[in-house]
C-alpha cells in the first residue's frame, strides 16, 4: 500500500476551514497595503537559486531538490519564493511600472530537511515582496502587513525581533572581525559552525547548538560596525517603529540563512506559542537583482509558513468559522423518485444553494441519518407517495418539523427559506 514520501503530507478537509481563515485574511489585508498576488512556477533554472540564495547557504547546499530534466537542464524545486518573484520582476519588466512593486504569493515550497511539526519537505508559504525603493518606511510597511495578519489571526503578545546585517560596505569589515574572533576556537564549535566559519560566518550567530552559545555571547556586535547610511537606514525604521507603538527588541543575534539579505532583518514573535516563538521571518534583500543579472534593485520582503501557523491556532484552540456546505439534501426512493431527485438537485444549484443527492439504495432512515450527519439544514423528501400527489417532504433537519410542498414549489420555498428576503 502506498504511503506519501517522508516529509510530505495530505492537508484533508478537516484542516481546511484554518486554511480558509488564513487565505480569506490575506485576501482582505493585502488590499489595504496595495499588494497584488503573483504565482511563479514551482520548478526553477537551479541557477537561480544558487547565484541568488548563495553557494554557502544550507538551503542549496543540503536542503534543494535539484535535478536534470530530459532536456539536460539542471532545474530545482522551489525552496523560497524571493528568488522567483524578483527574476519575474527582472524577466517581466515591473521596473516599468510604479515603484515600489508590491507582490505576494501562496503556495508551496520544497526543501530536503528534517521533516518537524510545521515544516515538512513540502511546506507552504505566504509571501510578500516590496520591489524598487530603498526607503526604510518600505520595511516598516512590510513589517507591519505580518503583524497585522497575525493579529487578525488572534495571537497575542506580538512584537518584532530586529536587526541590520549592514551592506557590501560595511558588512565585510564585520565578517573579518568575526572570523578572526572565532579563530582558534574551531573545536568549541559544532560541526556544522565549524564549516559557516569559512563558507557563511553570519550563520554562526544564528547557531542553536548548546555548545556554541558561549562563543555566540561574547561575539562582535554588526550593529556596532554598520556603514553611516545603515546605522541612518536602521535608526529611521526604529522610528517608525516607535512612532506606530509597535514593541520590538533589537536582536544581535538575528541574521538571515540567505545571501541576499541586507541591512534590516526582522521576525514577528508571538507570547504563549513555546520555544519557536517566531511567527515569520523577513529583511532587506537589495543585492538580489545583481546576483541573479539583473541591474541593482532593492527589495524587502517575509516569508511565514503556512502549516506552521495552522498548527499554532490549533495549539491555542483559535476558533475559525466552519467552512459552508450544501443546506439541502435532496432524498428520492425508487428510480422514478431518483429521478426527480436528481432534477430538483440541479435546479437548487442553479439558483445558488448548496444540495446534496442521496445516493444508494438505503432505506429513508439510514437516509436521513446521512442528512443529518451531512449538516443540511433541510431534507428534501420523494417517495411513491409524494410521487402519486405531485409534492414533496421537506423536513427541518434541526427542529424535526415537515411539511408538504407542491412539487413545481419546491424550489422556490427552500430558496425563500435558505436565502430570505431581507
Not at 63 to 83: C, H, I, N, S
Not at 236 to 258: A, E, F, I, W
Not at 369 to 381: D, L, M
Request: proline share 6%.
Amino acid at each position: 500500500m502506498f504511503q506519501a514520501p517522508r516529509g510530505f503530507t495530505d492537508i484533508l478537509p478537516e484542516d481546511q476551514p484554518y486554511w480558509a481563515a488564513i487565505e480569506d485574511r490575506v485576501a482582505h489585508l493585502t488590499p489595504l497595503y496595495g499588494y497584488r498576488r503573483i504565482i511563479t512556477p514551482v520548478l526553477e533554472d537551479a541557477g537561480l537559486f544558487l547565484r541568488g540564495v548563495g553557494e554557502g547557504t544550507d538551503i542549496v547546499e543540503k536542503e534543494m531538490y535539484v535535478f536534470q530534466d530530459k532536456g539536460g537542464d539542471w532545474v530545482a524545486l522551489r525552496p523560497e519564493f524571493t528568488a522567483g518573484v524578483m527574476r519575474a520582476y527582472l524577466e517581466r519588466g515591473m521596473h516599468t511600472l510604479p515603484q515600489p512593486v508590491k507582490l505576494y504569493a501562496i503556495g508551496p515550497l520544497f526543501r530536503y530537511e528534517r521533516p518537524q511539526a510545521g515544516r515538512l519537505r513540502q511546506h507552504h508559504q505566504f509571501d510578500v515582496e516590496a520591489i524598487g525603493e530603498e526607503d526604510p518606511a518600505l520595511d516598516v510597511e512590510v513589517m507591519s502587513v505580518a503583524y497585522h495578519l497575525f493579529a487578525d489571526l488572534g495571537f497575542s503578545g506580538l512584537s518584532y525581533q530586529v536587526n541590520s546585517i549592514g551592506c557590501p560596505v560595511c558588512r565585510p569589515q564585520y565578517l573579518r572581525a568575526l572570523q578572526e574572533y572565532y579563530s582558534g576556537q574551531e573545536e568549541a564549535l559544532c560541526t556544522d559552525c565549524q564549516r559557516r566559519l569559512q563558507r557563511n560566518p553570519l550563520r554562526l550567530l544564528d547557531c542553536k547548538d548548546e555548545r556554541c552559545q558561549p562563543l555566540i555571547a561574547k561575539a562582535p556586535r554588526m550593529i556596532e560596525n554598520l556603514c553611516p547610511d545603515c546605522a541612518r537606514h536602521f535608526a529611521q525604521v526604529l522610528s517608525y517603529l516607535d512612532r506606530l507603538g509597535r514593541k520590538y527588541t533589537v536582536n544581535h543575534r538575528l541574521v538571515r540563512g540567505l545571501d541576499y539579505y541586507t541591512r534590516t532583518v526582522f521576525e514577528v514573535w508571538a507570547q504563549g506559542i513555546g520555544a519557536q516563538n517566531a511567527l515569520c521571518g523577513g529583511g532587506r534583500y537589495d543585492r538580489l537583482a545583481e546576483a541573479i543579472g539583473g541591474p541593482p534593485t532593492p527589495g524587502v520582503g517575509f516569508g511565514s509558513g503556512v502549516e506552521r501557523i495552522v498548527l499554532l491556532m490549533r495549539e491555542q484552540g483559535t476558533a475559525v468559522p466552519p467552512l459552508k456546505g450544501p443546506e439541502v439534501m435532496v432524498i428520492g426512493q425508487g428510480q422514478a423518485a431518483k429521478d426527480v431527485a436528481v432534477s430538483l438537485a440541479a435546479d437548487l444549484r442553479t439558483r445558488e444553494i448548496g444540495a446534496f443527492l442521496s445516493f444508494g439504495e438505503r432505506s429513508m432512515k439510514a437516509q436521513l441519518r446521512g442528512a443529518n450527519r451531512s449538516g443540511a439544514r433541510y431534507a428534501i423528501i420523494i417517495g411513491e407517495n409524494e410521487l402519486s400527489q405531485g409534492r414533496a417532504t421537506v423536513r427541518d433537519m434541526v427542529g424535526g418539523e415537515q411539511w408538504s410542498v407542491p412539487m413545481a414549489q419546491v424550489v422556490t420555498d427552500l430558496a425563500a427559506r435558505v436565502r430570505p428576503a431581507s
